[in-house]
Protein backbone atom coordinates (compact mmCIF):
# COMPACT_ATOMS: atom_id res chain seq x y z
CA UNK A 1 0.00 0.00 0.00
CA UNK A 2 2.71 2.74 0.82
CA UNK A 3 4.63 1.55 -2.12
CA UNK A 4 1.44 2.62 -4.20
CA UNK A 5 1.11 5.32 -2.61
CA UNK A 6 4.38 6.85 -3.29
CA UNK A 7 4.12 5.75 -6.81
CA UNK A 8 1.11 7.98 -7.20
CA UNK A 9 2.37 11.16 -5.31
CA UNK A 10 5.66 10.42 -7.94
CA UNK A 11 2.84 10.27 -10.78
CA UNK A 12 1.00 13.26 -9.75
CA UNK A 13 4.48 15.20 -9.24
CA UNK A 14 5.18 14.66 -12.58
CA UNK A 15 2.09 15.13 -14.53
CA UNK A 16 1.94 18.70 -12.22
CA UNK A 17 5.30 20.01 -13.40
CA UNK A 18 4.68 19.02 -17.01
CA UNK A 19 1.71 20.79 -16.79
CA UNK A 20 3.83 24.20 -15.34
CA UNK A 21 6.25 24.26 -18.20
CA UNK A 22 3.74 23.56 -21.11
CA UNK A 23 1.91 26.77 -19.71
CA UNK A 24 5.03 28.62 -19.23
CA UNK A 25 5.77 28.02 -22.80
CA UNK A 26 2.31 28.69 -23.99
CA UNK A 27 2.58 32.51 -22.41
CA UNK A 28 6.00 32.85 -23.98
CA UNK A 29 4.29 31.59 -27.46
CA UNK A 30 1.42 34.21 -26.22
CA UNK A 31 3.54 37.03 -25.60
CA UNK A 32 5.21 37.49 -28.83
CA UNK A 33 8.97 36.39 -27.81
CA UNK A 34 10.91 35.14 -30.89
CA UNK A 35 12.28 31.54 -31.04
CA UNK A 36 15.55 33.08 -32.70
CA UNK A 37 18.39 33.62 -30.73
CA UNK A 38 19.18 37.09 -28.81
CA UNK A 39 21.75 38.22 -31.09
CA UNK A 40 19.98 36.94 -34.41
CA UNK A 41 16.90 39.46 -33.15
CA UNK A 42 19.89 42.36 -32.15
CA UNK A 43 21.34 41.74 -35.59
CA UNK A 44 17.70 42.14 -37.59
CA UNK A 45 16.38 44.52 -35.88
CA UNK A 46 20.02 46.94 -35.91
CA UNK A 47 19.89 45.97 -39.66
CA UNK A 48 15.96 47.54 -40.22
CA UNK A 49 16.21 50.33 -38.06
CA UNK A 50 19.91 51.70 -39.58
CA UNK A 51 18.51 51.23 -43.23
CA UNK A 52 15.09 53.45 -41.85
CA UNK A 53 16.55 55.78 -40.29
CA UNK A 54 19.96 56.20 -41.97
CA UNK A 55 20.83 59.09 -44.61
CA UNK A 56 21.04 57.59 -48.38
CA UNK A 57 24.85 57.24 -49.25
CA UNK A 58 26.61 59.00 -52.17
CA UNK A 59 25.78 56.64 -54.62
CA UNK A 60 22.24 56.08 -53.96
CA UNK A 61 21.73 59.80 -53.43
CA UNK A 62 22.93 59.73 -57.25
CA UNK A 63 20.78 57.71 -58.79
CA UNK A 64 18.63 60.24 -60.07
CA UNK A 65 19.65 62.73 -62.03
CA UNK A 66 19.68 66.52 -59.51
CA UNK A 67 16.87 68.57 -59.74
CA UNK A 68 17.16 72.11 -61.22
CA UNK A 69 16.51 74.11 -58.00
CA UNK A 70 15.84 77.71 -59.58
CA UNK A 71 16.29 79.18 -55.72
CA UNK A 72 19.69 77.26 -55.14
CA UNK A 73 20.98 77.70 -58.72
CA UNK A 74 20.54 81.23 -59.14
CA UNK A 75 22.32 82.11 -55.46
CA UNK A 76 24.89 79.96 -56.75
CA UNK A 77 25.53 80.86 -60.21
CA UNK A 78 25.30 84.77 -58.89
CA UNK A 79 28.38 83.68 -56.76
CA UNK A 80 29.64 82.33 -60.19
CA UNK A 81 29.42 85.61 -61.59
CA UNK A 82 30.67 87.79 -58.70
CA UNK A 83 34.20 85.59 -58.59
CA UNK A 84 34.60 85.85 -62.22
CA UNK A 85 34.21 89.09 -62.05
CA UNK A 86 36.21 90.08 -59.22
CA UNK A 87 38.82 87.28 -60.60
CA UNK A 88 38.59 85.88 -57.18
CA UNK A 89 37.66 82.24 -57.90
CA UNK A 90 37.11 81.35 -53.92
CA UNK A 91 34.02 83.07 -54.32
CA UNK A 92 32.48 80.33 -56.27
CA UNK A 93 33.10 77.52 -53.84
CA UNK A 94 30.30 76.69 -53.21
CA UNK A 95 29.41 75.94 -57.39
CA UNK A 96 32.84 74.25 -58.24
CA UNK A 97 32.46 70.43 -57.83
CA UNK A 98 33.88 69.73 -54.63
CA UNK A 99 36.73 67.76 -53.94
CA UNK A 100 34.87 65.16 -51.62
CA UNK A 101 32.88 64.23 -54.91
CA UNK A 102 36.08 64.38 -57.03
CA UNK A 103 37.57 61.17 -54.74
CA UNK A 104 33.87 59.61 -54.84
CA UNK A 105 33.68 59.15 -58.73
CA UNK A 106 37.38 60.09 -60.09
CA UNK A 107 38.96 56.40 -61.10
CA UNK A 108 42.63 57.33 -60.60
CA UNK A 109 45.52 56.47 -58.18
CA UNK A 110 45.45 59.74 -56.34
CA UNK A 111 42.28 61.68 -57.69
CA UNK A 112 42.95 64.30 -54.31
CA UNK A 113 46.41 64.97 -56.11
CA UNK A 114 44.70 65.09 -59.35
CA UNK A 115 42.06 67.75 -58.15
CA UNK A 116 44.46 69.66 -56.20
CA UNK A 117 47.05 69.95 -58.94
CA UNK A 118 44.89 70.04 -62.56
CA UNK A 119 40.93 70.42 -61.61
CA UNK A 120 40.91 73.33 -59.26
CA UNK A 121 43.76 75.22 -60.71
CA UNK A 122 41.83 74.65 -64.11
CA UNK A 123 38.93 76.48 -62.73
CA UNK A 124 40.90 78.97 -61.09
CA UNK A 125 42.51 79.65 -64.94
CA UNK A 126 38.52 80.01 -66.07
CA UNK A 127 37.39 82.27 -63.86
CA UNK A 128 40.32 84.92 -64.89
CA UNK A 129 40.40 84.23 -68.14
CA UNK A 130 36.58 84.70 -68.54
CA UNK A 131 37.05 88.09 -66.66
CA UNK A 132 39.34 89.46 -69.29
CA UNK A 133 37.68 87.96 -72.14
CA UNK A 134 34.39 89.24 -71.21
CA UNK A 135 36.05 92.39 -69.29
CA UNK A 136 33.60 91.88 -66.74
CA UNK A 137 33.68 94.49 -63.99
CA UNK A 138 31.84 94.22 -60.73
CA UNK A 139 29.19 96.36 -61.90
CA UNK A 140 27.52 93.27 -64.01
CA UNK A 141 23.89 91.89 -62.78
CA UNK A 142 22.82 88.90 -62.36
CA UNK A 143 19.96 87.78 -64.46
CA UNK A 144 19.94 83.92 -64.32
CA UNK A 145 21.61 80.69 -64.66
CA UNK A 146 19.98 77.90 -66.34
CA UNK A 147 20.21 74.35 -66.63
CA UNK A 148 21.53 73.02 -70.26
CA UNK A 149 19.15 70.86 -72.53
CA UNK A 150 20.44 67.78 -72.27
CA UNK A 151 21.18 66.24 -69.09
CA UNK A 152 23.38 62.44 -69.59
CA UNK A 153 24.61 59.75 -67.42
CA UNK A 154 27.59 59.40 -68.23
CA UNK A 155 28.93 55.61 -67.08
CA UNK A 156 31.31 54.13 -65.27
CA UNK A 157 34.65 53.99 -67.18
CA UNK A 158 38.07 52.17 -66.37
CA UNK A 159 40.72 55.02 -65.85
CA UNK A 160 37.75 57.86 -65.85
CA UNK A 161 35.10 56.80 -63.70
CA UNK A 162 34.45 54.83 -60.92
CA UNK A 163 30.45 54.85 -61.18
CA UNK A 164 27.79 56.64 -63.19
CA UNK A 165 27.10 60.78 -63.25
CA UNK A 166 24.96 62.76 -64.77
CA UNK A 167 26.18 65.69 -66.49
CA UNK A 168 25.00 68.21 -68.52
CA UNK A 169 26.49 70.87 -70.88
CA UNK A 170 25.71 74.28 -72.18
CA UNK A 171 23.87 75.67 -69.45
CA UNK A 172 24.19 79.46 -68.84
CA UNK A 173 24.40 82.04 -66.63
CA UNK A 174 23.32 85.62 -67.81
CA UNK A 175 23.30 88.80 -66.79
CA UNK A 176 23.19 92.58 -67.38
CA UNK A 177 26.49 94.72 -67.89
CA UNK A 178 26.22 98.49 -69.07
CA UNK A 179 22.57 98.40 -70.18
CA UNK A 180 23.75 95.14 -72.21
CA UNK A 181 22.53 91.26 -71.63
CA UNK A 182 24.97 88.87 -71.73
CA UNK A 183 25.93 85.33 -71.11
CA UNK A 184 28.42 82.87 -70.41
CA UNK A 185 28.22 79.17 -71.49
CA UNK A 186 28.98 76.94 -68.99
CA UNK A 187 30.94 73.81 -70.46
CA UNK A 188 29.57 70.71 -67.92
CA UNK A 189 27.67 70.68 -65.08
CA UNK A 190 28.01 67.42 -63.03
CA UNK A 191 25.42 66.15 -60.63
CA UNK A 192 26.47 65.67 -56.44
CA UNK A 193 24.34 64.11 -54.12
CA UNK A 194 21.02 66.21 -55.72
CA UNK A 195 22.79 69.42 -56.99
CA UNK A 196 24.74 70.98 -60.16
CA UNK A 197 27.85 71.80 -59.73
CA UNK A 198 30.60 73.48 -62.55
CA UNK A 199 32.92 70.86 -63.41
CA UNK A 200 34.74 72.85 -66.80
CA UNK A 201 33.67 76.02 -67.05
CA UNK A 202 34.99 77.01 -70.42
Known amino acids: MKSFVTRTAFIAA ?29 VADAGTDAGDAGPPDAASADEEAPTADPTDLNLRGRHLLEAIAKGEPKLAADIVYPREAYLATRDHADPGKLWDKKFYPAFEKDIRTLRKRMKLTEQAQFVSFEIGPSVVQAPAKKHDLKRPI ?18 IEIADLTGWRGSWYVSKLR
Do not use: Y
Open 166 to 183: WRVRHSKLTFNLNGKTQR
Open 14 to 42: ILTFSGCGGNKGTASIDAGKSSLPDAAIT
